[in-house]
């Protein structure tokens, strides 16, 4: 199997009020701390940087294990970090990996895996890899002599079987001609493993796309209703007439609508206040929506016309039922924060 390189793209979220609270200088050298570690580690894991990009980082590893284990060992050291820092600097990590042939010129990279990794990354939530097919296909296909033997002593790499993952479907990438099978990658060791995507399992297109055994289950209070996917677009606001109906004065008359769309189900907030979402997955990391949409997978909560420190706002949960993926029998150990 040929094997190219594959384009890490590193960004963190929640700049901008962490500018607004503290000041320029202040959050310039936190920002510079944190960008300036994660090359550090990516060149530990055998990797380089191609370009510092003010809040986020541009790295190539001439193999997917090492991007995929060098990205997870980031998430993990970035979240233990983050969480000593006063909540405005508790910024995020958005992470997108793709494979593919590669141009470097002029101190920049370019190419379609370059582009789509920066996709990726805007897309993902605030501590999340998101990974298109071609960085799995390589993880769960390679073998130790494939791995270029370039990362530091005493770094150890992941092995496929301790890569978990689960598929998101075919997405369309905005930018992008073509859909493209898109995966999380989990970090984190709390993941439930009826989430986690088996090797061999990664063509899951049709059965995405059409929707088949898709559902999504909402709730707030004691209201819940189970909607399938292909159907029409579910509307949820305090109107009469919404799908979902929420009785609170702070929730829009037609506050978000969710539709089936390209193989995912999509959230679109059309308030006057926004919308809030995160994932039980990291729930620490909230998603701000106004007029703009997110991907809806797994399990998680929406707030409705406040965040979710307002302790009285409405929290509506939601849950995608049905999902092709598979469960790995096994539980591995995440990669340990010593070896670097």
Not at 52 to 60: I, N, Q
Not at 105 to 130: C, E, F, H, K, T
């Amino acid at each position: 199997m040929e094997t190219h390189p594959t384009i890490a793209f590193m960004d963190l979220s929640g700049s901008s009020a962490a500018y607004e609270a503290f000041g320029n200088a202040r959050v310039a050298a936190v920002v510079s701390k944190i960008t300036r570690w994660i090359g550090q580690v990516s060149q530990a894991h055998g990797g380089r940087v191609v370009k510092y990009l003010g809040d986020g980082v541009l790295a190539r590893f001439p193999s997917a294990i090492q991007a995929v284990s060098a990205t997870v060992f980031v998430q993990q050291g970035h979240m233990a970090q983050v969480g000593r820092q006063p909540k405005p600097l508790r910024m995020g990590l958005k992470i997108g990996l793709a494979s593919g042939p590669v141009i470097e010129m002029d101190a920049d990279a370019y190419g379609d895996s370059v582009n789509l990794a920066a996709r990726l990354a805007d897309m993902a939530g605030s501590g999340q890899i998101w990974a298109d097919e071609s960085v799995l296909s390589q993880v769960y296909g390679c073998t130790p002599s494939e791995v270029t033997a370039s990362n530091e002593e005493g770094v150890t790499l992941l092995s496929e079987s301790a890569v978990r993952s689960r598929a998101l479907g075919r997405i369309h990438v905005p930018g992008l001609t073509q859909e493209r099978s898109v995966f999380q990658v989990f970090w984190n060791d709390d993941v439930p493993s009826e989430l986690l995507t088996a090797p061999g399992r990664l063509d899951t297109a049709q059965s995405l796309r059409d929707g088949t055994n898709c559902r999504i289950a909402l709730s707030w209070l004691d209201t819940s209703k189970t909607f399938v996917a292909g159907g029409q677009t579910i509307r949820i606001g305090r109107a009469a007439g919404s799908d979902f109906l929420i009785a609170d004065r702070r929730v829009s008359r037609q506050h978000v609508q969710i539709e089936w769309t390209q193989g995912t189900f999509l959230l679109t907030d059309v308030s006057s206040f926004g919308t809030w979402v995160r994932f039980a997955e990291t729930p620490e990391a909230e998603l701000a929506l106004r007029r703009t949409q997110c991907l809806l997978h797994s399990t998680g909560e929406i707030a409705l016309g406040a965040p979710f420190s307002d302790f009285s706002v409405p929290v509506l949960t939601f849950q995608v039922l049905g999902t092709p993926v598979a469960a790995r029998e096994q539980r591995p150990p995440l990669l340990s924060r010593s070896s670097v």
